[in-house]
């Protein structure tokens, strides 16, 4: 099946730093989105993207669909201590001509120091 | 505030028995998921539904089976737990299962097997 490799598995940073993270697939998707999850909870999307070459922000997340189509990023600015958290790529293509599947990638741990 | 409610939040149980967790959201989404989230696997579908009425298998439906009476619950069912089943379980919904609008999901049940 269609795998995502998401990157770095994790960060340390200091506060006030910026932060890059991406994933990457040897498919092609529909739609990319980007969830966070702190302890104890469940994924919360933060950002849908739609389109190639999309680039959308949410405050200081920005997020960007691949021209591909087969990748997309994610770039915190100006990092807070509550944007600790793991933060999962997520790949959604409709799957023979029925449901769209959705494919996790394998989530990068960001923590930041204050 | 709307969203998707799981219960148990936590659970122990001993090996062979039957557990159900349950799932119920109230923004009248037409599809509903169960995943299970494993430390170095990510988060993988079990089954799915799109509507009341009918349901699909996911990635890893072995030994579980779901029932969807209704738009609201989407319950999940381990016939006879056994260790490997020890995982964080997510329930999902989005609003088509034939669109690619985003899954949302609620805060999890950790259930361990003994």
């Known amino acids: 099946g269609q795998q995502l490799n998401q990157s770095p598995q994790s960060m340390f940073i200091q506060e006030g730093e910026d932060v890059s993270m991406n994933c990457t697939s040897s498919?092609?998707?529909?739609?990319w989105l980007w969830y966070k999850q702190d302890p104890g909870e469940g994924p919360v999307l933060l950002i849908a993207l739609y389109k190639a070459g999309e680039l959308t922000s949410n405050g200081r997340l920005t997020a960007q669909f691949g021209i591909t189509r087969k990748d997309s990023f994610l770039n915190i600015s100006a990092s807070i201590p509550s944007d600790v958290g793991i933060y999962f790529c997520?790949?959604?293509?409709?799957?023979?001509?029925?449901?769209?599947?959705?494919?996790f990638g394998k989530g990068t741990l960001l923590t930041v120091n204050p | 505030i709307a969203g998707i409610t799981q219960a148990p939040t936590s659970q122990i149980l001993a090996a062979g028995r039957r557990m159900t967790l349950r799932c119920t959201q109230d923004m009248r989404h037409n599809a509903m998921y169960w995943y299970r989230q494993d430390l170095g696997l990510g988060l993988r579908l079990i089954h799915y539904s799109n509507t009341a009425g009918t349901t699909g298998k996911g990635e890893v439906p072995d030994g579980y089976s779901v029932s969807r009476a209704n738009t609201d619950d989407f319950p999940l069912t381990l016939a006879s737990a056994v260790p490997s089943q020890t995982s964080v379980y997510f329930c999902?919904?989005?609003?088509?299962?034939?669109?690619?609008?985003?899954?949302?999901f609620g805060d999890g049940t950790r259930l361990s097997i003994l």
């Open positions: 999902a919904s989005s609003e088509h299962g034939y669109s690619n609008q985003p899954q949302h």
């Open positions: 997520a790949g959604q293509l409709r799957s023979g001509g029925s449901n769209y599947k959705l494919t």
């Open positions: 498919s092609i998707f529909n739609t």
